[in-house]
């Protein structure tokens, strides 16, 4: 599979710093399986709100098929040497590396951090690059079209499931929240709004806000130049992955 495929799939993809090229003539086979591995990714609502926005679940699911395909975790040491002294050494962990014989290609996952570790992300792979430690950067976040759908899709998987009050959450476990969280739905029923849509709103209002990591948040940071001259792909999940149970 290519790009493309992804693009056809409602994924956002951007390439910077000919990063398109790189991969589809150095690592055609490596981007062959990433692609396959994110075009049969699926994540159930369910998991989104039982998890409570987090990536305990649905992101280690990921982390798991991109490491049975060779992109595993690795702690890149880099030592100075100045007229034989060497100085302090450091180091650079990156959670998905995959070495090919054309070079290493080095992946993050940011499905809901806050939107600074983008700025971290991008900075590491720049600074690994100028080392030829890596040949390109991969970032893997929220799409655009997933971050507009949130709040209905978690409204309508509610609403299907009959989940009408706090006791119908808490009866299936889904999602710790504090009483000030509750208080804030039970303000918008007492107002008229239904359950499910006041839980969906507080919910995505609080997971998934602006401030965190999501595609337009990415876009800022590369279009300000933030990782250049660092070859970059950056690929955003598409609302379509977003499933029922």
Request: proline content about 3%; overall charge negative; aromatic content about 6%.
């Amino acid at each position: 599979m290519t790009l493309a495929s992804l693009i056809c799939g409602g994924f956002d993809i951007q390439t910077r710093n000919h990063a398109e090229a790189i991969l589809a003539h150095d690592f055609p086979s490596e981007l062959d399986l990433l692609t396959r591995v994110l075009s049969e990714f699926r994540i159930p609502l369910s998991e989104v709100v039982a998890g409570g926005g987090g990536e305990a679940g649905l992101t280690q699911r990921l982390r798991h098929e991109l490491s049975d395909i060779g992109w595993r975790k690795h702690r890149f040491s880099v030592q100075t040497v100045v007229d034989g002294h060497e100085r302090a050494g450091v180091s650079h962990e990156v959670d998905h590396v995959k070495f090919a014989e054309k070079g290493a290609l080095a992946l993050e996952i940011e499905w809901n951090n806050k939107d600074p570790f983008f700025d971290r992300d991008l900075e590491n792979f720049q600074r690994l690059h100028s080392l030829s430690a890596i040949s390109l950067g991969v970032i893997v976040t929220r799409g655009a079209s997933m971050q507009a759908a949130f709040l209905d899709r978690i409204t309508g998987w509610l609403k299907v499931r009959g989940l009408t009050t706090e006791e119908d959450l808490d009866r299936l476990g889904l999602g710790a929240r504090t009483q000030a969280q509750k208080k804030a739905v039970a303000d918008q029923v007492a107002r008229g709004t239904p359950f499910a849509e006041a839980f969906a709103r507080k919910f995505v209002a609080d997971k998934f806000g602006q401030a965190t990591t999501h595609w337009s948040k990415l876009e800022e940071r590369v279009d300000r130049g933030v990782g250049n001259p660092c070859p970059v792909l950056l690929i955003g999940l598409p609302d379509s992955i977003l499933v029922g149970d």
